[in-house]
T-cell receptor, first 115, second 114 residues
Framework: DGGITQSPKYLFRKEGQNVTLSCEQN?????MYWYRQDPGQGLRLIYY???????QKGDIAEGYSVSREKKESFPLTVTSAQKNPTAFYLC??????????????FGPGTRLTVL | AQSVSQHNHHVILSEAASLELGCNYS??????LFWYVQYPGQHLQLLLK??????LVKGIKGFEAEFIKSKFSFNLRKPSVQWSDTAEYFC????????????FGQGTELSVKP
């Protein structure tokens, strides 16, 4: 069954701790994306990667870090430097350069609550 | 900076009413346009998309949208809504040659009363 998996669905952390959110896809997509969803603000782009071992900052990258060591995996670390980390985090992927007219597919999301 | 604006934050309709959700974007170049829907407890999924050609595009579940380039708009419509259309709707724009990233509007929450 192909798709994007994010784990865990709910995550609780204490303030000041780093936390890593998992995103895995078996769609053989080149590009992967991380968005943050807050009520009334839509989705905002944190980081994206168009190819393995390369990634770019999005609009709200401060306090976050990513890696792209494997095509199928794009983990996001929320560091203690992120001022307001409590949010719903969505991972997405897209076929990438091979197909210009294509869309992003989204995972189920991880809801992070920092106590 | 590029941005996407959705006119309504929360829309409440009765079943069988017609729906139109507004979406405007600020960018003068080539764009792709999308409407995504997020049903309660479900993944964000694509409703419809516009890349080129006929500006009136049809999507799933009876939804359609019209791209009006002169107005920088991509409004979503449905002639007759159902209770099952209750969800949050997001308009998104992809700027050509910017890594495929999407710029989303704030979202519109649609509540349909049975």
């Amino acid at each position: 069954d192909g798709g994007i998996t994010q784990s865990p669905k709910y995550l609780f952390r204490k303030e000041g701790q780093n936390v890593t959110l998992s995103c895995e896809q078996n769609l053989n997509h080149d590009a992967m994306y991380w968005y943050r969803q807050d009520p009334g603000q839509g989705l905002r782009l944190i980081y994206y990667s168009q190819i393995v071992n390369d990634f770019q900052k999005g609009d709200i990258a401060e306090g976050y870090s990513v890696s792209r060591e494997k095509k199928e995996s794009f983990p996001l670390t929320v560091t203690s430097a992120q001022k307001n980390p409590t949010a719903f985090y969505l991972c997405a992927s897209r076929p990438g350069l091979a197909g210009i007219n294509n869309e992003q597919f989204f995972g189920p999301g991880t809801r992070l609550t920092v106590l | 900076a590029q941005s996407v604006s959705q006119h309504n934050h929360h829309v409440i309709l009765s079943e069988a009413a017609s729906l139109e959700l507004g979406c405007n974007y600020s960018y003068g170049g080539t764009v792709n346009l999308f409407w995504y829907v997020q049903y309660p407890g479900q993944h964000l999924q694509l409703l419809l998309k516009y890349f080129s050609g006929d500006p009136l595009v049809k999507g799933i579940k009876g939804f359609e949208a019209e791209f009006i380039k002169s107005k920088f708009s991509f409004n979503l419509r449905k002639p007759s809504v159902q209770w099952s259309d209750t969800a949050e709707y997001f308009c998104a724009v992809r700027i050509y040659n910017q890594g495929g990233k999407l710029i989303f509007g704030q979202g519109t929450e649609l509540s349909v009363k049975p």
